[in-house]
């Protein structure tokens, strides 16, 4: 099983950036697919991006498109987050998830393994 650990949350103004950081030990990193999650209060926690590791296929959540990129480093076991143009709405809690499923898949119970979560706070 792979520990996964995200950093790089925070406080940001509306129209900001920030990069969301998931160091990924204890399994053989390249033979998973990673999928970024975020839970804001009261509400589901919903898919955002993810990155297959058959091929590198990416995919994004419709809310997200155009503004943030997903990226893996198999070499340094990362997978990132780079968030740009950043909305109050996108205010959640942070989860890195990791599967050995070969494609990208946007429900939170087709991935095994969690971090902890980082706190994205957007100011309007």
């Known amino acids: 099983q792979v520990q996964l650990v995200e950093s790089g949350g925070g406080l940001v103004q509306a129209g900001g950036s920030l990069r969301l950081s998931c160091a990924a030990s204890g399994g053989t990193f390249s033979r998973y697919t990673m999928g970024w999650f975020r839970q804001a209060p009261g509400k589901e926690r919903e898919f955002v991006a993810g990155v297959a590791w058959v091929g590198g296929t990416t995919r994004y959540a419709d809310s997200v498109k155009g503004r943030f990129t997903i990226s893996r480093d198999n070499a340094k076991n990362t997978v990132n987050l780079q968030m740009n143009s950043l909305k109050p709405e996108d205010t959640a809690v942070y989860y890195c998830?990791?599967?050995?499923?070969?494609?990208?898949?946007?429900?939170?119970?087709?991935?095994?393994?969690w971090g902890q979560g980082t706190q994205v706070t957007v100011s309007s």
């Open positions: 998830a990791a599967d050995d499923k070969f494609s990208v898949y946007d429900k939170y119970f087709d991935y095994d393994q």
